[in-house]
C-alpha cells in the first residue's frame, strides 16, 4: 500500500529550463508534505515543504505546489542547473496523536539537468 | 552540518550473523529513525524513537530491533542477517520544530553474503 507515489522514477531537461516533479498521495490524513534531495553517496537533505493550509511555497528557484482535491503536489524548479541534478523524494506526514512525527517517503525521481 | 554520526559507513557480513548499527548524535533532538533506502523503494522507516527508551516500529520493521538507551544513541539491529537486508541505512533525527528539521546521516551501506 504506497501512500506516496512517485510516477516517474526519472526526468531529464535542458539547463535553464523548468523541470517538474510531480507526487501524488492516497491518505487523506497528510496535512504536512515536503521534499528532499539526495545526491549518490550522501544523504537526503531538506529541500522546501508545504502545510496543508496553503496551497503554494516558494524559496528562490524552488516551489511547492500542493492541490488537496487531487491529493496532488508538485515541485518546480526555474531555472534548472545542472547542480540540480540528484534523486528527489516527495514525503508526507501527519500527526498520528502524542507525539509521533513520522515520514513516508515516495520511491524518489532521478532530474537529469543536461548542460 | 547537523552532527550525526553513523558507524560503520560499510560492512560486509554473513547470512546469519548479527549485525548492529550505531547512530550517535550531538544536537540533543528528541527524534531518531532507522530509514533503508533500496532502488525501486525509496526511502522506508524500520524503527523509529522518540525519546529514551521509547522506540516503535515502521513499515519495515520485521528482522530488526532498536534500542536507545541514551539521548544521543540509537542503535539498530539485525538478529540474524538475511540476504533481503543488503542495503543502505540511514539515520534520521528531528526535533520539535518540525518536520522540516529532520537531519540525515550520510548512510550505512551493508551487504549480506
Known amino acids: 500500500d504506497q501512500q506516496v507515489k512517485q510516477n516517474s522514477p526519472s526526468l531529464s531537461v535542458q539547463e535553464g529550463r523548468i523541470s517538474i516533479l510531480n507526487c501524488d498521495y492516497t491518505n487523506s490524513m497528510f496535512d504536512y508534505f515536503l521534499w528532499y534531495k539526495k545526491y549518490p553517496a550522501e544523504g537526503p537533505t531538506f529541500l522546501i515543504s508545504i502545510s496543508s493550509i496553503k496551497d503554494k511555497n516558494e524559496d528562490g528557484r524552488f516551489t511547492v505546489f500542493l492541490n488537496k482535491s487531487a491529493k496532488h503536489l508538485s515541485l518546480h524548479i526555474v531555472p534548472s542547473q545542472p547542480g540540480d541534478s540528484a534523486v528527489y523524494f516527495c514525503?508526507?506526514?501527519?500527526?498520528?496523536?502524542?507525539?509521533?512525527?513520522?515520514?513516508?517517503f515516495g520511491k524518489g525521481t532521478l532530474l537529469t539537468v543536461n548542460p | 552540518d547537523a552532527g550525526i554520526t553513523q558507524s560503520p559507513r560499510h560492512k560486509v557480513t554473513e547470512t546469519g550473523t548479527p549485525v548492529t548499527l550505531r547512530c550517535h548524535q550531538t544536537?540533543?533532538?528528541?527524534?531518531m529513525y532507522w530509514y533503508r533506502q533500496d532502488p525501486g523503494h525509496g526511502l522506508r522507516l524500520i524503527h523509529y524513537s522518540y525519546g529514551v527508551k521509547d522506540t516503535d516500529k515502521g513499515e519495515v520493521s520485521d528482522g530488526y530491533s532498536v534500542s536507545r538507551s541514551k539521548t544521543e544513541d540509537f542503535l539498530l539491529t539485525l538478529e540474524s542477517a538475511t540476504s533481503s537486508q543488503t542495503s543502505v541505512y540511514f539515520c534520521a533525527i528531528s526535533d520539535m520544530a518540525g518536520l522540516d528539521t529532520i537531519y540525515f546521516g550520510e548512510g550505512s551501506w551493508l551487504t549480506v553474503v
Open positions: 514525503a508526507a506526514s501527519y500527526n498520528s496523536g502524542g507525539s509521533n512525527y513520522k515520514l513516508t
Open positions: 544536537e540533543n533532538h528528541r527524534y
